[in-house]
Structure formats: structure tokens, C-alpha cells
């Protein structure tokens, strides 16, 4: 995690496959985790690397002193 203005949070993995919004069912045990990122986050984005890939959401920060 990275904290700044804004806090940004990667997670990698070792797959060079695109990241994509799915629609899980309800019976499904995978496929909500992209889905909430990008619902929660301001924004996100995926970056390959040479070992795979990273995917990072960024989410704003209340200004200093703000209650």
C-alpha cells in the first residue's frame, strides 16, 4: 500500500491474463473481487510486468484535519 493524497493498494499475481469485470451468480464462489474494486474505488488499472501482472485501485484520503 501507498499513501499520499490518495491510498493505492496492488496486489500481483504470476498471470499475464487481462483482468476483467465479471458477473458472478449466486451459487458462484469467485469472481466478485475486480467487480467491488471498481465499485469502490476511484479508480484502478492492471500493470504487467515481466513475472505477471500487478492490479492497483486507488482511493481518496480525507484531507488533514477534516473530521
Do not use: H, N, Y
Amino acid at each position: 500500500m501507498l499513501r499520499s493524497r490518495t491510498l493505492i493498494c496492488e496486489v500481483a499475481d504470476g498471470s499475464q491474463t487481462t483482468p476483467r469485470i465479471r458477473r458472478a451468480a449466486e451459487t458462484d464462489e469467485g469472481g466478485r473481487g475486480l467487480q467491488l474494486v471498481a465499485a469502490l474505488s476511484q479508480r484502478w488499472g492492471t500493470r504487467f510486468t515481466a513475472d505477471g501482472k500487478c492490479i492497483w485501485a486507488e482511493q481518496a484520503l480525507p484531507a488533514p484535519g477534516a473530521a
